[in-house]
């Protein structure tokens, strides 16, 4: 599945448009950092709550395909820059964390391998 559908199946806002649309090989959710960085992998989905900088810079040094904010959160305007600077998407669902990876899975988005 490609980032683009997937949005479309959580119900995201790209607030990314126009960067590279990724396949998307497996899903995550979790908020601390240091776990994720431990956990990541390349093109994951992974849903946080979590908005700084240091998301993006996580992301990149997994090579994820996207960061996914659950109920409309807004990632500051700092982040975003960096996003669309490095090519990392990040979607926007109203939906909350337990639904996009409910979703996920049931579209056959595997837990990461």
Do not use: F
Not at 104 to 109: F, K, L, S, V
């Amino acid at each position: 599945m490609k980032v683009s559908e997937l949005a479309k199946l959580i119900e995201a806002e790209n607030l990314t448009p126009g960067l590279t649309d990724r396949d998307v090989a497996c899903g995550y959710s979790c908020d601390l950092l240091s776990w994720v960085m431990a956990h990541g992998e390349e093109n994951m989905a992974w849903v946080t709550v979590q908005t700084n900088m240091n998301v993006i810079a996580v992301a990149l040094l997994s090579e994820m395909a996207c960061v996914i904010l659950p109920e409309n959160v807004k990632m500051e305007s700092e982040s975003l820059i960096r996003a669309n600077t490095e090519d990392m998407t990040v979607l926007a669902s109203p939906l909350s964390s337990y639904e996009i990876c409910g979703r996920m899975h049931a579209a056959g988005i595997p837990d990461r391998a």
